[in-house]
């Protein structure tokens, strides 16, 4: 299923939006390769519902524990995807 991508780049002050298809690993493998670097990245899926996967330049560690869930996730299979950590929001 295609999902959304809003990421905001390293240094810039605008916002990217891409879409792609995520139906396996190796899709998700390759969205997470092309915003391991952004300060911010969210997924949207197409009924609305959005994660984060990328926070102040740091891939969640939800994300890559739980690579399954978060495809079936994106494919409306799994209705919810962990927020993350005690310290989801914290930044170093």
């Given at each position: 299923m295609k999902v959304k991508i809003i990421s905001l780049l390293g240094a810039k002050q605008k916002f990217v939006?891409?879409?792609?298809k995520v139906s396996s690993i190796s899709d998700l493998?390759?969205?997470?390769?092309?915003v391991v670097?952004?300060?911010?990245?969210?997924?949207v899926r197409e009924?609305?519902?959005q994660t984060d996967i990328v926070h102040c330049g740091t891939v969640r560690d939800?994300?890559?524990n739980q690579k399954q869930l978060l495809v079936d996730w994106c494919n409306l299979v799994a209705d919810e995807f962990p927020d993350g950590g005690l310290y989801r929001g914290a930044s170093v």
């Open positions: 939006t891409n879409v792609t493998n390759a969205v997470i390769r092309s670097t952004d300060r911010m990245a969210t997924l009924d609305g519902k939800e994300v890559y």
